[in-house]
C-alpha cells in the first residue's frame, strides 16, 4: 500500500461546470476526512466518513457539493456549478480508529476555476 | 470554538542552526492532542511530531522537539541542525481527545526557509 492517493493533481474548469475528485485511503484505515485549503491557510474541515457513513458535515460544505464513500473503500467529492470561490486545494487523509495518533494525507488535487 | 494561532508567517534559518516556530492555541478542555505537521511544496503533509495533552514530558523525534506548556496554552516546534530538506510549510493542529470525529483544527502556517 502506498498510501492515500488522490486523482487528479490538478484541475482547471469554467465556472458553471461540476468536478469530481476521488480519494485512495489506506486499505486497512476506515476513517476518511476531507479538507479543503486556501492559498497561505491552513486546511479547514470539510467532512468525514466512518467506513461507508457520512457522519459529519462542516457549514463550508454547501449544497452544492456532496461527498460518497461507497463500500468503505474510495471517496469522491463532487461539486457542482463550480464557482470561482471554490479554487483551492482539496485534501484527503486517512485514519485507523478516531485519528489519535494523526492522520495520512494524499497530495491533494488542486482545483483552479476559471 | 477551539482556535489555532501561528503568528508568524514566515522564518528562516541557516543551515545546521536551531529554529523555533509558535503555536498558541484556545480551548477549555483538559484533553486533547496537538500536532505538527509538514508540507514541503507540492507534495502531501506529513506528521512530524504529536503531543498528548496530560503528559507533561515534551514529545521528542529526533531533530524536531516540542515545549508544551499547558496553562499558556503553546506548543511551539523547536527544529535542531536544520537540513535544508526541512524547508516547507508547518502547521500545528489541535483535536480533541474526546472527538468523535477526529477533526483537526490548523494554525494558518510557518513557511520555513532554510539558507545554505
Known amino acids: 500500500d502506498t498510501g492515500v492517493s488522490q486523482d487528479p493533481r490538478h484541475k482547471i474548469t469554467k465556472r458553471g461546470q461540476n468536478v469530481t475528485f476521488r480519494c485512495d485511503p489506506i486499505?486497512?484505515?476506515?476513517?476518511l476526512y476531507w479538507y479543503r485549503q486556501t492559498l497561505g491557510q491552513g486546511p479547514e474541515f470539510l467532512t468525514y466518513f466512518q467506513n461507508e457513513a457520512q457522519l459529519e458535515k462542516s457549514r463550508l460544505l454547501s449544497d452544492r457539493f456532496s461527498a460518497e464513500r461507497p463500500k468503505g473503500s474510495f471517496s469522491t467529492l463532487e461539486i457542482q456549478r463550480t464557482e470561482q470561490g471554490d479554487s483551492a486545494m482539496y485534501l484527503c487523509?486517512?485514519?485507523?480508529?478516531?485519528?489519535?495518533?494523526?492522520?495520512?494525507f494524499g497530495s491533494g488535487t488542486r482545483l483552479t476555476v476559471v | 470554538a477551539q482556535t489555532v494561532t501561528q503568528s508568524q508567517p514566515e522564518m528562516s534559518v541557516q543551515e545546521a542552526e536551531t529554529v523555533t516556530l509558535s503555536c498558541t492555541y484556545d480551548?477549555?478542555?483538559?484533553?486533547?492532542?496537538l500536532f505538527w505537521y509538514k508540507q514541503p511544496p507540492s507534495r502531501q503533509m506529513i506528521l512530524v511530531i504529536r503531543q498528548e495533552a496530560y503528559k507533561q514530558q515534551n514529545a521528542t523525534e529526533n531533530r524536531f522537539s516540542v515545549n508544551f506548556q499547558k496553562a499558556a496554552k503553546s506548543f511551539s516546534l523547536k527544529i535542531s541542525d536544520s537540513q535544508l530538506g526541512d524547508a516547507a510549510m508547518y502547521f500545528c493542529?489541535?483535536?480533541?481527545?474526546?472527538?468523535?470525529?477526529?477533526?483537526?483544527?490548523f494554525g494558518q502556517g510557518t513557511t520555513l526557509q532554510v539558507k545554505p
Open positions: 486499505s486497512e484505515h476506515n476513517r
Open positions: 493542529a489541535y483535536r480533541r481527545q474526546s472527538s468523535n470525529t477526529g477533526k483537526l483544527i
Open positions: 480551548t477549555s478542555e483538559s484533553d486533547y492532542y
Open positions: 487523509a486517512s485514519s485507523l480508529g478516531q485519528g489519535e495518533n494523526g492522520y495520512t
